[in-house]
């Protein structure tokens, strides 16, 4: 639903190894910060959620100890949502999208993107080794536009469980 990039990688390292499932590879920057991976998707969507995994023990310096999460329809007008600083994280880090006033609101955009700041011991390149993207669920009824009802006596009687 989404082509993703990044400002720089490494070779062997690319923007692939961000979705591909897999805990063992990682995302791997090269050059200066703040370095960016950017979400672009093809409709607008409604945004709940990101969550990164890291892994202090295996990365060390290049290990993001600030990240950035901003939201938009294009580059030009991409505003910061958050702000997250981590000591040490090992595994994934949710980050709450919506104002914390607002818990139940959702953010709507084109692009979403996470920009690490600062790492670890001051180290210049980052390793990520996955993002994920989440928005609000839906009841998959709604989604076909009417409302459907499974209340016909042929339905109820296969309804429970004897």
Known sequence: ?????????????????????????????????????NIQFQKKVYMSEVAVYT?????????????????????????????????????????????????????????LQVAVIANHQNGRDTHVRQVRVFGPRTDPVKTLGHEVSFTSPQLAAYCSVR
Do not use: C
């Not at 979705?19 to 050059?31: I, K």
């Not at 595994?91 to 709450?96: A, Q």
């Open 55 to 111: 892994d202090y023990k295996l990365d060390e310096s290049y290990t993001p100890t600030k990240v950035s999460i901003r939201v938009g329809n294009t580059f030009s007008d991409l505003r910061e949502i958050r702000v997250v600083d981590l000591h040490e994280p090992q595994g994934w880090v949710v980050i709450r999208l919506p104002p914390d006033d607002q818990p139940e609101a959702y953010l709507k955009g084109f692009m």
């Open 1 to 37: 639903m989404a082509v993703w990039s990044v400002t720089s990688a490494k070779p062997g390292n690319g923007v692939e190894l961000l979705r591909d499932g897999r805990e063992d590879t990682y995302w791997q920057s090269d050059g200066t910060q703040p370095h960016l991976v």
